[in-house]
């Protein structure tokens, strides 16, 4: 990329993410109500009752729904616990829900900066690419409205979007990236079945390497994989009495397998019509033109987050809105994809048929059809 082009797309994605923070202000103030002349800020329902596991913790009654009642009714530790840390920032009731919408804001933002880098070394420092995929991540109504609602959606995109930028960076080594696994371990704290990226990443780095190296992956791998989850399922033990949530038994049990999965199929396939076929044909097609290992990774990752949703049978809002929140946390990476095969089509559309006299007197050529999606 010329100094001049690169210099301009710092600017015009310094002025985006500018203006994604004045709009995710704005969609904050929205959701706010008034209540007797005070402003109140609140979250989405899920994320309230992980607020009021939190206040209870805070306040020194345990992480209980309801004091003296150990039933674990929640399925993200790390997050509540930091829902717990902003009940003792000097701010009144009314306003710690919006200390949660602002993390939320935060964490949205800097997943723009891994989204821009990402797409920028995937695609060959195309500024379009990366713009492309940096504007269908901002406005993606499912991810911004689960984040901003108090989802710990936001968190888990960002950790999404980091790691893969740490497994496809220009500047990697053939080492073990052990930061890859302290960040997933601390993904499955965050929420439990963080586990799937976990494994599949875990699975991707095994089947990358060989001999002393794949040892290595397997020992590391297994020692975080162990210390995060069989931790956090000792301690769930200890305190709750039970090796699962009591969220597990609801959506897991009690119903037949074929039917949850039937119901997550559909669901899926509702998702995919909803937001256009052909968007999610160009992804797939870029795998398979390219096969580059730094494209798979992503694309990996993407489907197995997919596969994890149709196999749970979906969420409890999938008709609201498009992505749900197990695949909301993948979307930027789908986008990613998404703009780099949509730039590569128009690229060979281009060499397939070259500009000529008719084309420019009719004043549309490829190269006019390339920059006004790219």
């Known amino acids: ?110 997943n723009l900066v891994f989204v821009r880098k990402i797409a920028l070394f995937l695609s060959g420092n195309n500024p379009n690419v990366s713009l492309a995929a940096v504007i269908l991540t901002a406005f993606n109504l499912p991810l911004v409205n689960w984040s901003l609602q108090g989802m710990e959606v936001s968190v888990l995109t960002l950790l999404i979007s980091c790691i893969v930028w740490l497994l496809v960076r220009p500047d990697r080594q053939d080492k073990i990236p052990l930061e890859v696994y302290i960040l997933l371990g601390i993904g499955t704290l965050i929420r439990i079945d ?75 396939l509702k998702f995919v019509w909803r937001m256009n076929p052909i968007f999610f044909i160009v992804p797939v097609l870029t795998v398979i033109y390219t096969r580059a290992r730094d494209i798979v990774i992503p694309a990996v990752i993407i489907a197995f987050q997919m596969l994890y949703s149709i196999y749970v049978g979906g969420d409890a809002w999938d008709d609201w809105g498009g992505s749900n929140r197990y695949i909301a946390i993948v979307m930027p990476q789908f986008f990613i994809l998404l703009a780099l095969g949509l730039s590569k089509a128009c690229g060979l559309i281009e060499k397939k048929f070259p500009q000529s006299k008719s084309t420019h007197s009719k004043g549309l050529t490829y190269t006019a059809l390339r920059d006004f999606l790219f």
């Open 1 to 110: 990329m010329p100094k001049s082009h690169h210099k301009s797309e710092k600017i015009i994605f310094s002025t985006f993410l500018l203006i994604f923070a004045i709009y995710s202000g704005i969609f904050i103030y929205k959701t706010s109500f008034v209540i007797e002349g005070e402003r109140y800020f609140s979250l989405f329902d899920d994320a309230m009752v992980s607020m009021r596991y939190a206040r209870n913790l805070a306040e020194g009654n345990g992480l209980v729904m309801n004091p003296g009642e150990r039933v674990e009714g929640i399925t993200n530790p790390l997050w509540t616990f930091w829902m717990a840390a902003a009940h003792f920032l000097p701010v009144p009731l009314s306003k710690i829900s919006l200390i949660i919408q602002i993390t939320a804001a935060v964490c949205l933002l800097l």
């Open 194 to 268: 963080m586990a799937v990226p976990f494994l599949v990443v875990w699975f991707l780095l095994l089947v990358s390497n060989t001999g002393d190296l794949r040892r290595k992956h397997i020992l590391y791998g297994g020692i975080v994989f162990a210390v995060f989850l069989g931790g956090q399922t000792v301690l769930r033990l200890l305190y709750y009495g039970d090796i699962f949530p009591n969220t597990y038994y609801l959506k897991m049990t009690g119903y037949p397998f074929i039917l949850r999965l039937g119901r997550g199929f559909i669901v899926w």
